[in-house]
């Protein structure tokens, strides 16, 4: 369950949120590095993409799943 909260508030944390990457955050220079890397874009699908898809618009409901099986056994 803390999984399921901290995850986006971490990610939130780092600059990723739902209005985009905050500036000068540790998002926009990672966003920055990834540009960079790939000749001026973020690739789809890439980390940072998808920690920015993760602040928009939270975890899906497949990661919530696997979140919390993976993280139940642990518990157990």
Known sequence: GVALVGVPLCIGALGFTGAGIAA???AAKMM???A???GGGVAAGSTVAVLQSIGAA???LGAKIGL???LG???A
Do not use: K
């Open 24 to 26: 000068g955050s540790i």
């Open 32 to 34: 920055s590095a990834a």
């Open 36 to 38: 960079i890397a790939n």
């Open 58 to 60: 939270g975890l899906s």
């Open 68 to 70: 919390t099986s993976a």
């Open 73 to 75: 056994s642990v518990g």
